[in-house]
């Protein structure tokens, strides 16, 4: 009987590939890939789509590894191999199907371009690049990358403030006016976040909008009115209080009803209706006041119409009242309607000239940026006369289509998908040696984590079925296959698991749309154990509480003043003594690696991955609690490169040569790691000095060995800046050896540790991204720097015997032996003030109390499909851990664990509904613990091998070569030139030789 796996790699078969976390999706796909190659498909005639490069590489690693390893194993190894690949006998395969499969390796090497195994972005550019008429861009177009499209932004930004403050465009000029009115100045800004995450939808919202009578029209009809002149909230205020609507006899006889009351709350009732008529009759009657009389605060019906005595002795007062509170409900729901029509044509204005802005400021530099990458390419097989044409071209180089993490694919991304499988299951799809071409899509909707990137999981089902469809019309096979073993983690670890989403709504938020489709599966989340190599641990920690908040003397208290007991730092302490313990106890964790599939081995540093939701307070007290301890620490998985101390000091040197009286600058750079002068030292220096920190540097840095340094280094560096462009002048500095024979980059990540030599390759790779934008001086530099605003990625993907600590989003795909999710008591996040309707349409409001009811619904939808994405995120966090897991969290003074969800509520609700829980004393403090305790096995002793000593070149600077005299075309000014001898010489000296006849002199050039 053939295993699933088996089943889905059949390249017979069009394939849906269900796969729970761990059950070997990057092994099916090689495995499919493997099959069509062996079953004599061309290389280039697959096309395999992944969703990062990580992921493409790692394929397209374990491909060739494999055919590489064909092509020189012997016959009975061959024979085995393909046997277990294929489901065949071994014996079955003759010296011609070995001959076969061990050319493909050939064969896939000599592939023009290599096997088509790479990002759907990649796919796009390539497509672009080929198509570039028929696509509408420049046939010499460049992909911008992060630090360029944050450039574009700003000349967009500007572009439109320009535009709204000219007379051209009415609209745009209100828009402006009014969001910048309303929102503050962080609030705007990060409003064209907005705009920018959702750039193509919106505008293709707005174009849509103003073919339909135009913007303020068209959204005023989405909340209920029939025009945008009836969506006036003023107006509809002063209709609802205009004295011909307001029965003024009628609230005096309420009024006087109440004063008969004894109840203090009715008298002060009838007070404010008396004032109201009054204001009324005037002429100033005001509906807000009305509605304070008959409303709550947050805008329901106050209690008091039914509730009041005074009012239920009076016949028919209380039905009056609750018909006059219907009335002012309705009317205020109108008001709210209006009120968010306007606030979303304003926004959408904004957002439409914002996206032709952002699309222009691109189109002038010839650039693409990565989302323009898949709406094209879809547009360029989708729509137009030319995407029959491309498609006739294309048509002749894919017959097999492969889409790894297809939880994680959006929308535009499947039509892509689909244009480019529409042949395929045609009545002429089968090509004319009978092949049949064929999908394979491979994905687990329990991961879909990448909402915010336009992935909707209920979207893998639903393609899932059209494709059924497709191929049963066409009388082809297609299978749903799910792979339920998983083959990473303990039956220990995936118990636990089951049990945290047996529960119907935690089950249906992984697999939203499931059974609801006819896609022939159950909503239950179940998973069988592939491993039976050793027992797993699951430890439960009890949550730690904030203490009280204290009154702090504000102008006496420091303003890093430790807390009474600050529970993150209790639960990172936690978590150091924990990892200590593990580590220095030799607890065992499975070795993967080892030839043995079932050893095991003791732990070490790189075993342990700490897990967070956001990076926030948490995950900083954390890895400072990891530093200090003296634990190895990878580090953050993201740097904020303009927040990280590396980028702070190299700019600190570059100011300070520009500016060298700027003392402060100064002061930061001596104290850091460029100079290492500690605080005393820098307080001798500093205090009672006369001028300038910079010259009393200059007249006492003989006193101390690291004043005289420090002077010797800026004197440097201001030298040099004058000659060497921002690049060439900082590679150089970070190659500079101090008296100690360390290298500046040495000196730096043995201060900052690791993540130091990431956050020093993004600060040249902007120096040369500066050189080729013309910036070739420190001054214009160092401005730009100012402004930067770039997180760089860090690849963490395989443990370097150092503890990672990320968030669970940079965790797909990763997996360790033992993982800690310490963050599991959060408050979800609002979101911003954009909301997408059911109908795909926008709406703009700031405040929940603020919404009408089809924002309030659209508002409602979206935390829902967050809450689902949350749980669906802790799935992926859980199912990290191979051997271990620890669960712990952190709760505020003033919340009470009984009313917490988040992930606390799950994973609490699981380990108390399990069987064989107990508690137990770890080293870090109590738990509750479900599995097996830790084994502790001895770390193998022998003798340490002795390192080789180290040449002395290596520690020692090159010897220095002539460079001669260069020029290049950006740089004649600094071309070392001597001056010409005059051409009128006649006597001794330069020129005198040649005399008149001399012209000057030629440079000389070396290329």
């Known amino acids: ?68 390893a064909w092509a020189v194993a012997t016959n009975d190894d061959l024979r085995q191999d393909l046997g277990k690949l294929e489901a065949r006998a071994p014996d079955s395969y003759d010296r011609a199907g070995l001959s076969r499969a061990r050319a493909l390796f050939a064969r896939a090497l000599e592939t023009p371009g290599g096997l088509k195994i790479q990002t759907i972005h990649a796919f ?27 450039a574009v932004s700003a000349i967009a930004r500007e572009a439109l403030a320009r535009a709204s403050l000219s007379e051209a465009y009415p609209a745009l000029s209100d828009a402006y006016a009014a969001m910048s009115e309303s929102l503050h100045h962080e609030a705007f800004e990060g409003m064209f976040s907005v705009f920018e995450a959702k750039r193509a939808a919106l505008g293709a919202y707005v174009e849509h909008a103003q073919s339909e009578g135009g913007l303020a029209d068209f959204v005023a009809r989405s909340v209920g009115f029939d025009s945008a002149a009836e969506a006036d909230a003023m107006a509809i205020e002063a209709g609802a209080a205009d004295p011909a609507v307001i029965d003024t006899g009628r609230w005096l006889w309420a009024a ?19 004032a109201f008529v009054e204001a009324v009759r005037a002429g100033n009657g005001r509906f807000p006041d009305l509605a304070s009389i008959l409303l709550t605060q947050k805008g329901g019906a106050a209690a008091w119409c039914a509730r009041s005595a005074a009012a239920k002795a009076e016949p028919g007062l209380c039905d009056w009242l609750g018909e006059q509170q219907a009335r002012v409900v309705a009317v205020s729901e109108r008001i709210r309607a209006a ?103 491979v994905g687990d909707e329990k991961q879909s984590i990448f909402s915010f990137q336009g992935a909707a999981p209920e979207r893998l089902l639903a393609e899932s079925q059209t494709y059924r469809r497709l191929a049963e019309a066409a009388g082809r096979s297609f299978e749903t296959v799910e792979l339920l073993q998983s083959w990473r983690s303990t039956p220990e670890v995936l118990a636990f698991v089951d049990q945290v989403f047996a529960v119907a709504d935690h089950a249906r938020a992984l697999s939203p749309g499931r059974g609801l489709i006819g ?97 926030g307070p948490m995950f900083e007290e954390i890895l400072r609690a990891l530093k200090r301890s003296g634990v190895p620490v990878a580090g953050a998985d993201r740097l904020k490169l303009a927040e990280h101390p590396v980028f702070e000091d190299l700019l600190a040197l570059g100011r300070a040569a520009l500016y060298p009286e700027d003392d402060l600058t ?159 008591i959060f408050a979800e996040p609002k979101g911003d003030p954009l909301l997408e309707t059911a109908d795909g349409g926008f709406l703009w409001c700031g405040a929940s109390d603020r919404d009408c009811d089809v924002s309030a619904a659209a508002r409602e939808a979206r935390k829902a499909r967050n809450e689902e994405e949350s749980l669906r995120l802790l799935y992926v966090g ?120 001399r012209r000057g002199q030629i440079p000389s050039f070396r290329r």
């Open 1 to 68: 009987m053939k295993t699933p796996q088996a089943r889905a790699a059949d390249p017979a078969i069009n394939a849906f590939v269900m796969a729970n976390a761990g059950s070997g999706k990057t092994t099916t796909l090689v495995d499919r890939v493997a099959r069509l190659l062996l079953d004599g498909s061309r290389p280039d005639a697959v096309l395999c789509l992944t969703f990062t490069k990580a992921a493409a590489a790692e394929m397209q690693r374990r491909l060739y590894q494999r055919l590489g």
């Open 124 to 150: 796009c550019e390539q497509l672009l690049r080929r198509f570039p008429i028929e696509a509408g861009v420049s046939p010499g177009f460049r992909v911008i990358d992060d630090a360029e499209a944050a």
């Open 256 to 274: 006087e009803a109440l004063d008969r009351a004894r109840a203090a709350g009715d008298k002060d009732k009838a007070l404010e209706i008396r």
């Open 339 to 441: 009120q968010v029509a306007a606030e979303t044509t304003h926004a959408l204005t904004l957002a439409g000239a914002y996206a032709q802005a952002y699309a222009a400021a691109k189109t002038a530099t010839g650039a693409l940026d990565f989302a323009d990458l898949i709406v094209r390419a879809r547009a360029l097989l989708t729509d137009g006369p030319g995407a029959a044409w491309v498609l006739y071209k294309l048509d002749g180089g894919v017959d097999h289509l492969l889409i790894d993490e297809a939880q994680d694919t959006s929308p535009e991304q499947w039509a892509i998908a689909r244009a480019l499988t529409e042949e395929f299951f045609a009545g002429a799809g089968a090509r004319e040696d009978g092949r049949e071409r064929t999908i394979f899509v």
């Open 519 to 615: 896609d022939r599966s159950d909503v239950v989340v179940r998973h069988a154990a592939g491993r039976a190599d050793g027992p797993g641990t699951v430890d439960f920690w009890p949550e730690e509480k904030d203490d009280p908040a204290e009154e702090r003397r504000a102008w006496d208290d420091p303003l890093d003043a430790a807390l009474l007991r600050n529970a993150r730092r209790c639960v990172a302490e936690r978590i150091v003594a924990e990892v200590k313990d593990i580590v220095g106890k030799g607890e065992g964790v499975h070795a993967k690696s080892a030839a043995d599939r079932a050893a095991w081995r003791p732990a070490d540093w790189g075993d342990v991955l700490i897990l967070v939701k956001k990076r």
């Open 666 to 824: 100064l002061a930061g750079l001596l104290r850091g790691p460029l100079c290492d002068v500690d605080e005393q030292g820098l307080f001798d220096l500093a205090q009672g000095r006369r001028g300038t920190l910079w010259r009393t540097l200059k007249a006492r840095a003989d006193e101390r060995p690291e004043w005289t340094a420090a002077r010797i280094l800026v004197r440097w560096f201001r030298a040099e800046m004058q000659v060497r462009t921002p690049f060439d002048l900082y590679a150089r500095l970070l190659s500079r050896r101090d008296a100690r024979g360390l290298t500046v980059r040495q000196r730096f990540m043995t201060r900052l540790g690791g993540e130091a030599a990431d956050a020093l390759d993004a600060f040249l790779d902007q120096a040369r991204a500066a050189e080729g934008r013309g910036v070739t001086d420190l001054e214009r530099f160092s401005a730009g720097l100012a402004a930067i605003d770039q997180t760089v990625k860090r690849e963490m993907d395989e443990p370097r015997g150092e503890v990672r600590v990320m968030t669970a989003h940079s965790s797909k795909g990763l997996e360790a032996p033992i993982v800690i999710l310490p963050d599991t």
């Open 878 to 997: 859980l199912t990290r851990a191979r051997d271990r897991l620890i669960i712990g969290g952190r709760i505020a003074s003033n919340r009470k664990i009984e009313n917490t969800r988040a992930w606390w509520g799950p994973v609490y609700d699981a380990i108390g509904g399990m069987e064989g829980v107990r508690e137990v004393a770890t080293a870090s403090g109590p738990a509750r613990r479900f599995g097996a305790d830790p084994v502790r096995m001895a770390r193998p002793t022998g003798e340490a091998a002795l390192l080789p000593t180290l040449p002395a070149w290596l520690t020692s600077d090159p010897a220095r070569e002539d460079a001669g005299r260069q020029v290049s075309p950006s740089r004649l000014g600094t071309a070392d030139l001597s001056s010409a001898p005059s051409p009128l010489a006649v006597v001794a000296g330069p020129g005198a030789p040649l005399g008149r006849f």
